[in-house]
């Protein structure tokens, strides 16, 4: 079994690396995003413009969350309000607003001083889905590893959005077995969860893929059985994860 890695490497990405090496998973980190002729691989650990241009050729299936799915949630797990609109509309915000792109890069995360601040369409396809959110500050905020309707590990990673690194706390783990016993099967079996405290109440911060997070200070055995389920071979995924795999090749 081979675990695909991109031309750079975070020191997260490494710590996995060497996990699934002392698991005796054989590891290959490609120089650019070119395959190899007669490269295999079953698995791939990288961002999304890696995996779009190498896991169809390779019969790789990355599950990834809807691109609409914060906005399905029950307020009370979100705490504020959540739109996707495509970009051609957020053009028209007038107002400060939290602007991200749903499963990729394309759109820098970050609060915008009104739409008119958004890439224009020199830059980015003007179809493009956004999710526009209030401003809001979380105290702090935890990284969950989802696997099988469970919270494996998990990781604090901010507080008060500044970059804070600690375990995983009890409170952040409880609030993600909640959404799993609410919302679990809107998300793909192996998923990465974001929660923060908001106003004194957990909330929803956002789901990213587990094949392109970061585990922080995640225990890296638990972050790779994430992984490798969340990236691996096309014919094994399931029947309830179908519905989740990312259209790659974009």
Not at 30 to 59: E, K, M, N, Y
């Amino acid at each position: 079994m081979t675990l695909l890695l991109p031309p750079r490497l975070t020191g997260s990405a490494a710590t996995l690396r060497d996990t699934a090496r002392r698991r005796g998973l054989r590891t290959v980190q490609l120089p650019t995003f070119a395959l190899p002729d007669g490269l295999r691989a079953a698995h791939l650990h990288a961002g999304p413009s890696f995996a779009d241009a190498v896991a169809g050729p390779l019969g790789i299936a990355p599950l990834e969350a809807p691109a609409r799915w914060l906005t399905g949630l029950p307020r009370d797990l979100v705490r504020r309000e959540i739109r996707a609109l495509p970009l051609r509309e957020a053009y028209a915000l007038r107002r400060p607003v939290f602007v991200k792109s749903p499963n990729d890069k394309s759109i820098r995360a970050m609060v915008y001083a009104d739409g008119s601040r958004l890439p224009g369409t020199d830059a980015v396809d003007p179809d493009t889905l956004v999710l526009i959110s209030d401003v809001v500050s979380f105290a702090a905020e935890h990284r969950l590893y989802l696997l099988d309707g469970e919270v494996r590990t998990g990781s604090r990673y901010a507080e008060d959005g500044r970059l804070s690194l600690g375990p995983l706390s009890r409170d952040a783990a409880a609030f993600g077995a909640e959404l799993l016993d609410r919302c679990g099967a809107t998300l793909p079996s192996a998923i990465v969860v974001d929660v923060g405290r908001l106003d004194g109440h957990w909330a929803v911060i956002e789901a990213n893929a587990a094949w392109a997070s970061g585990r922080y200070t995640s225990d890296p055995d638990l972050a790779l059985d994430t992984v490798l389920r969340a990236a691996g071979p096309v014919e094994r995924v399931t029947a309830r994860d179908l519905p989740f795999v990312r259209a790659t090749g974009r």
